[in-house]
């Protein structure tokens, strides 16, 4: 569904990409995981088509995203919705317009229709209650909840996440956890998440990448990381200070 080719990116002159290529699979939750600055969340723009690869492809289902013209980036970019880290949305609407906002403002359906369609995902996403509610005045968690019902209402083939467990309690963690494998087990969604939370990656993913150093150096089901080899890898599953990781 979505290759990485050889992608390498830097900024000012530091390499945060560095030739790195991965394959993500049809219906299947993907977790990059890695330290902070490592590049997850640029692979993740690079994706959803909001960076360029300085060398390299990023594809989507054998079509091409970087170089692409603009009708067949937004062609390929309809077929995937984003969920931010603190759900982005935008504080003057209330949470029921901020998920109606992609349907109201493409005119995909009646009025009508576009009621019954975001009543339905906020059901699922257990945020009715709050649909008069603003932004201000609800919970992280809710606020990840209403991001995420936003983009399910398009109907996504794809759905990127970054740190979606970030800042949570445990239990709204594991709500969040179980809406993923949802999404994956009712709507065929393919998945890529970006985690620091090592038991969210775990209880998610079907296949797990770590960065380190702008390379990847590990992808392999969730057991196979946990039982790694690979010192980088062992030293940042469990968090130890000590290990090849230089602490900056």
Request: proline share 4%; with cysteine; glycine share 8%.
């Amino acid at each position: 569904m979505i290759q990485l080719i050889n992608v390498t990116k830097a900024f000012d002159g530091n390499t945060i990409l560095d030739n790195v290529s991965m394959e993500i699979r049809e219906g299947e939750t993907f977790v990059i995981i890695g330290r902070s600055g490592t590049g997850k969340t640029v692979t993740l723009k690079h994706i959803a088509g909001l960076l360029e690869p300085d060398t390299g492809d990023v594809l989507v289902d054998g079509e091409r995203m970087n170089g692409a013209s603009g009708k067949v980036r937004d062609h390929i970019r309809s077929r995937m919705g984003m969920v931010f880290q603190s759900g982005a949305l935008i504080n003057w609407m209330n949470v029921r317009d901020n998920v109606s906002l992609p349907l109201v403002e493409n005119r995909l359906f009646h009025p009508d229709q576009i009621d019954n369609i975001v009543s339905e995902r906020m059901k699922l996403l257990q945020i009715e209650d709050a649909g008069d509610k603003m932004p201000a005045d609800i919970s992280g968690g809710m606020k990840k909840r209403a991001g995420l019902a936003r983009v399910l209402v398009r109907n996504p083939e794809i759905i990127l996440y970054d740190e979606p467990t970030s800042g949570l309690d445990p239990v709204m963690s594991s709500l969040i956890n179980s809406l993923i494998r949802k999404m994956q087990k009712e709507f065929n969604v393919t998945s890529v998440v970006v985690t620091h939370d090592m038991n969210s990656a775990y209880d998610i993913a079907d296949r797990i990448a770590m960065l380190y150093e702008g390379r990847v150096i590990q992808c392999d089901e969730p057991e196979k990381i946990k039982n790694s080899d690979n010192p980088v890898v062992r030293q940042f599953i469990s968090g130890s200070l000590e290990g090849p990781i230089k602490i900056q």
